[in-house]
T-cell receptor, first 114, second 114 residues
């Protein structure tokens, strides 16, 4: 099973709301990622978790707060977002490098910030 | 700096015709290379990967890609395109010294004529 699941599929929120995106995988992968994809653009890395610890933060604003409660789950907490944060948020997982392995993506959460 | 270039923003082919999507990369070490496909509003599906060994790699859905170190290229091919292949295609380099980060090209949108 190479499935990464994400909930919700769609999310509309105001700039004062707090919401969370959820991601789950059961492939035994110990590296998990959040990517952001704007329309007609490639995905861009936001965060990397390795063995449940944050290993890379690509200078993401603090209104995005990642969390990795266990080896199968990854959350992205959202607070006080801006309209320009509207995008497709993709979760992914892989073996921990340098154990080379494929990176598998979930279907994404399409976020609209009003 | 690492980068991936997909020279063709949009390609149109007739159903049943052959396809080649171009990808060039810039990376100092031996690259880990991937091709992903994304249908509208969906996540990314891994088509194939190159880590080492045989430079001609086979993937899902009848796709193959050839790694050419001398040309820094990793072009994707399919001998006969089906209407269901219409999608966005992304080439990516895996940076396994940077937590498994993927650097994507800008993507090539494939349209298929009946």
């Amino acid at each position: 099973d190479t499935e990464v699941t994400q909930t919700p599929k769609h999310l509309v929120m105001g700039m004062t709301n707090k919401k969370s995106l959820k991601c789950e995988q059961h492939m035994g992968h110990r590296a998990m990622y959040w990517y952001k994809q704007k329309a007609k653009k490639p995905p861009e890395l936001m965060f990397v978790y390795s063995y449940e610890k944050l290993s890379i933060n690509e200078s993401v604003p603090s209104r995005f707060s990642p969390e990795c409660p266990n080896s199968s789950l990854l959350n992205l907490h959202l607070h006080a977002l801006q309209p320009e944060d509207s995008a497709l948020y993709l979760c992914a997982s892989s073996q921990v490098p340098p154990g080379a392995g494929e990176t598998y993506f979930g279907p994404g959460t399409r976020l609209l910030v009003l | 700096a690492q980068s991936v270039t997909q020279p063709d923003i949009h390609i149109t082919v007739s159903e049943g015709a052959s396809l080649e999507l171009r990808c060039n990369y810039s990376y100092g070490a031996t690259p880990y290379l991937f091709w992903y496909v994304q249908s509208p509003g969906q996540g990314l599906q891994l088509l194939l990967k190159y880590f080492s060994g045989d430079t001609l790699v086979q993937g899902i859905k009848g796709f193959e890609a050839e790694f050419k170190r001398s040309q820094s290229s990793f072009n994707l091919r399919k001998p006969s395109v089906h209407w269901s292949d219409a999608a966005e295609y992304f080439c990516a380099v895996g940076l396994y010294n940077q937590g498994g980060k993927l650097i994507f090209g800008q993507g090539t949108e494939l349209s298929v004529k009946p």
